[in-house]
T-cell receptor, first 113, second 114 residues
Framework: DAKTTQPPSMDCAEGRAANLPCNHSTISGNEYVYWYRQIHSQGPQYIIHGLKNNETNEMASLIITEDRKSSTLILPHATLRDTAVYYCIVRARRQSNDYKLSFGAGTTVTVRA | DSGVTQTPKHLITATGQRVTLRCSPRSGDLSVYWYQQSLDQGLQFLIQ???????AKGNILERFSAQQFPDLHSELNLSSLELGDSALYFCASSVGMDIYNEQFFGPGTRLTVL
């Protein structure tokens, strides 16, 4: 799976949009970009995923650059409950059906009132 | 609430002991994954089952084993426990076994080995 690079931490003001960057410059054509988050000591929570088109759901938007080497997760109106570690993960379709998630260090996002 | 349940929530035991962690996947999900999260290692994949069969192994020690039962619940058995096995253990499930099947995580079992 392609490696990802995320900033270790970022702050965001409550009510403002939070833009979380992720670099995945070695991504290949069949690899998807997934985002999960983990609120302190809880199980990771799926947010969104995409291949090459921008995606939006009730939680967030995912913007993938045309060359697919980077992406941005957008939380449109951050709340205090969005304080968490956010993980950007690149997953490949495998012949072995090995679809584990490989978590890196993620970005610790702190939403401040 | 993800729909994935794990028991127990907390477990405290001594070195050398054996424990069993239980996971019930979301209704309809056939795949179960186990992950370990310790302070110094982050979230690490341990093992994956699909419809009762082992499908992939990660960084799982030989002292650890798992299985998925016909009713699709899964158990992770940890034996000869060491201090370093203290961690959060998460179970996740997904409906299938393909790349676009997102995984839903349970609340975890916190294991403390004294």
């Amino acid at each position: 799976d392609a490696k990802t690079t995320q900033p270790p931490s970022m702050d965001c003001a409550e009510g403002r949009a939070a833009n979380l960057p992720c670099n995945h410059s070695t991504i290949s054509g069949n690899e998807y970009v997934y985002w999960y988050r983990q609120i302190h000591s809880q199980g990771p929570q799926y947010i969104i995923h995409g291949l090459k088109n921008n995606e939006t759901n009730e939680m967030a938007s995912l913007i993938i650059t045309e060359d697919r080497k980077s992406s941005t997760l957008i939380l449109p109106h951050a709340t205090l409950r969005d304080t968490a570690v956010y993980y950007c993960i690149v997953r490949a379709r495998r012949q072995s059906n090995d679809y584990k998630l490989s978590f890196g260090a993620g970005t610790t996002v702190t939403v401040r009132a | 609430d993800s729909g994935v349940t794990q028991t127990p929530k907390h477990l405290i035991t001594a070195t050398g002991q054996r424990v069993t962690l239980r996971c019930s996947p979301r209704s309809g999900d056939l795949s179960v994954y186990w992950y370990q999260q310790s302070l110094d290692q982050g979230l690490q994949f341990l093992i994956q089952y699909y419809n009762g069969e082992e499908r992939a192994k990660g960084n799982i020690l030989e002292r650890f084993s798992a299985q998925q039962f016909p009713d699709l619940h899964s158990e992770l058995n940890l034996s000869s426990l060491e201090l370093g096995d203290s961690a959060l253990y998460f179970c996740a499930s997904s409906v299938g076994m393909d790349i676009y099947n997102e995984q839903f995580f349970g609340p975890g079992t916190r294991l403390t080995v004294l």
